[in-house]
């Protein structure tokens, strides 16, 4: 099922993940979260970042703890990170906050 953005088509897998990871940039990130039902904000936008930070420097997708990991110290969200993050993405870290960064569909992990 393609995603269209302007003058380029971006394909993606049968659950609405990116089948090239590579091919994410911001237009696919506010399309593929407008799909989503969710309006970008800066929090947000600060999550998708570390995520493809993660992925462009170890070329896995980073596991929820990561995340949560960085919310805490970063964020300054500390305890409450895990909250927050649900709270960002309500339909979990796989289904929306991968998704929407334009990761692969992760397999075979906990996603917390």
């Keep these: 099922m393609p995603l269209q953005l302007d003058d380029r088509t971006i394909q993606t897998d049968e659950e609405g ?6 091919e994410w940039d911001e237009a696919v990130g506010q399309a593929l979260a407008a799909a989503e039902g969710i309006a970008l904000t800066p929090a947000h936008q600060a999550v998708i ?10 070329q ?12 805490a110290e970063e964020g300054g969200h500390g305890a409450a990170a895990r909250q927050v993050l649900f709270e960002l993405f309500p339909f979990g ?9 334009g990761m692969r569909r992760p397999r075979a992990w906990s996603t917390g």
Excluded: S, T, W
């Design 17 to 22: 993940y990116l089948v090239d990871p590579a």
């Design 49 to 58: 970042g570390f995520m493809r930070d993660y992925y462009q420097e170890h």
């Design 60 to 71: 896995i997708i980073p596991d929820v703890r990561h995340v949560n990991r960085y919310l």
């Design 93 to 101: 870290y796989v289904k929306q906050a991968c998704r929407i960064a």
